[in-house]
């Protein structure tokens, strides 16, 4: 038996996957995303196509040091060796995201810099701690350290950008369309455009990008989030990279 492992935000996990191409009322959607739990997402595809088990750790509203934090946690156990082959498949999400300890709460908290928080904490976040160019090369030093680590576990791993093209110092050999500009998979879908007006900082939603997969009936029009056309399209882009027939 083979799995699939899949980390990212809600582009991986499958919001919105479930929204049909002949559209439905919000109502309707609101239900269905919640039933079906994002079955027609391109991870879904993908491990259907190849006969492949998919175990998601991919979360809404994710950032990239909560699924570090999530794969740390699970490759310190021992559930990845019951399978025959290994494959994980990584979308790295917006360097504006954060994930906090809440004292108050008990458990871990997401933060969006684009969003607004009663608690002002993503302003202070904004305004006093987010540098983006301090967090890209501190995700490429983690894409390193993960691409070395998944080496010695002798699993084959791969990486994508979702809706931000990054200049990493390290240029990993598992980086998905590694050599193309703009790289991320957003782009990719409108055509290898890039969106020069956009601010990392901002809603991914608030993209020039976004709107032409609105136009193109590629987004739902309540979260606009992929559809499940969209998902499709992302599972074939990223089918011929990944090498599902990789045996250690």
Same mark, same amino acid.
């Given at each position: 038996?083979?799995?699939?492992?899949?980390?990212?935000?809600?582009?991986?996990?499958?919001?919105?996957?479930?929204?049909?191409?002949?559209?439905?009322?919000?109502?309707?959607?609101? =239900?269905?995303? %919640?039933? +079906?739990?994002? $079955?027609?997402?391109?991870?879904?595809?993908?491990?259907?196509?190849?006969?492949?088990? !998919?175990?998601?750790?991919?979360?809404?509203?994710?950032?990239?040091?909560?699924?570090?934090?999530?794969?740390? +946690?699970?490759? !310190? %156990?021992?559930?990845?060796? &019951?399978?025959?082959?290994?494959?994980?498949?990584?979308?790295?999400?917006?360097?504006?995201?954060?994930?906090?300890?809440?004292?108050?709460?008990?458990?871990?908290?997401?933060?969006?810099?684009? =969003?607004? !928080?009663?608690?002002? #904490?993503?302003?202070?976040?904004?305004? +006093?701690?987010?540098?983006?160019?301090?967090?890209?090369?501190?995700?490429?030093?983690?894409? &390193?350290?993960?691409?070395?680590?998944?080496?010695?576990?002798?699993?084959?791993?791969?990486?994508?950008?979702?809706?931000?093209?990054?200049?990493?110092?390290?240029?990993?050999?598992?980086?998905?369309?590694?050599?193309? $500009?703009?790289?991320?998979?957003?782009?990719?879908?409108?055509?290898? #455009?890039?969106?020069?007006?956009?601010?990392?900082? =901002?809603?991914?939603?608030?993209? +020039?990008?976004? =709107?032409?997969?609105?136009?193109?009936?590629?987004?739902?029009?309540?979260?606009?989030?992929?559809?499940?056309?969209?998902?499709?399209?992302?599972?074939?882009?990223?089918? &011929?990279?990944? !090498?599902?027939?990789?045996?250690?």
């Amino acid at each position: 038996m083979n799995a699939l492992i899949t980390f990212g935000c809600s582009w991986t996990n499958g919001k919105a996957s479930c929204y049909p191409r002949e559209g439905m009322s919000e109502d309707e959607f609101s =239900k269905k995303k %919640t039933r +079906e739990n994002y $079955n027609c997402s391109f991870r879904k595809i993908l491990s259907e196509r190849h006969n492949y088990v !998919n175990i998601n750790h991919a979360a809404c509203g994710s950032s990239n040091c909560k699924q570090f934090r999530r794969a740390e +946690e699970y490759f !310190n %156990t021992d559930d990845y060796k &019951k399978y025959d082959n290994v494959i994980v498949l990584w979308g790295l999400t917006s360097t504006a995201r954060y994930e906090l300890w809440d004292l108050t709460k008990k458990k871990y908290r997401d933060y969006s810099l684009g =969003k607004k !928080n009663p608690d002002n #904490i993503a302003s202070t976040l904004r305004d +006093e701690h987010y540098d983006h160019n301090v967090k890209v090369k501190r995700l490429s030093t983690q894409i &390193k350290h993960w691409d070395n680590y998944f080496r010695m576990l002798g699993l084959k791993n791969y990486w994508f950008d979702t809706f931000n093209h990054h200049d990493y110092d390290y240029k990993s050999p598992n980086m998905i369309c590694v050599d193309d $500009n703009p790289r991320d998979i957003l782009s990719k879908l409108c055509g290898g #455009i890039k969106d020069d007006k956009y601010h990392h900082s =901002k809603r991914v939603r608030d993209s +020039e990008r976004i =709107k032409i997969l609105e136009k193109k009936n590629l987004v739902n029009p309540y979260s606009l989030h992929p559809n499940v056309d969209c998902h499709i399209m992302i599972a074939d882009i990223l089918d &011929k990279f990944v !090498n599902f027939c990789y045996y250690k």
